[in-house]
């Protein structure tokens, strides 16, 4: 099995690896969804670290502006690289 780990929004947490975005408004819901939807070889979280860090740069910068962050193990999908 081939794993990916990527450093992503900690507020993400719950919706990745429990599938529960009950405390995301519509903007946080969109903003993860499209980032899934361009990340199709993800898998399934595995994992995520314990310890938040503040980062400026980190893996959904395109959905995300700085925030505190954890590092999240996926899945890879099938032959994806």
Request: charged letters at 25%; aromatic letters at 12%.
């Amino acid at each position: 099995m081939k794993l990916v780990t990527l450093t992503l929004p900690e507020f993400w947490a719950s919706a990745l690896i429990n599938d529960d975005c009950s405390g995301f408004d519509e903007n946080d819901e969109k903003n993860l969804t499209d980032f899934l939807t361009d990340r199709p070889e993800l898998g399934a979280c595995l994992d995520c670290s314990q310890e938040s860090h503040f980062a400026k740069y980190h893996d959904a910068n395109a959905y995300v502006l700085a925030t505190s962050c954890l590092e999240f193990t996926f899945e890879v999908k099938g032959n994806a690289k």
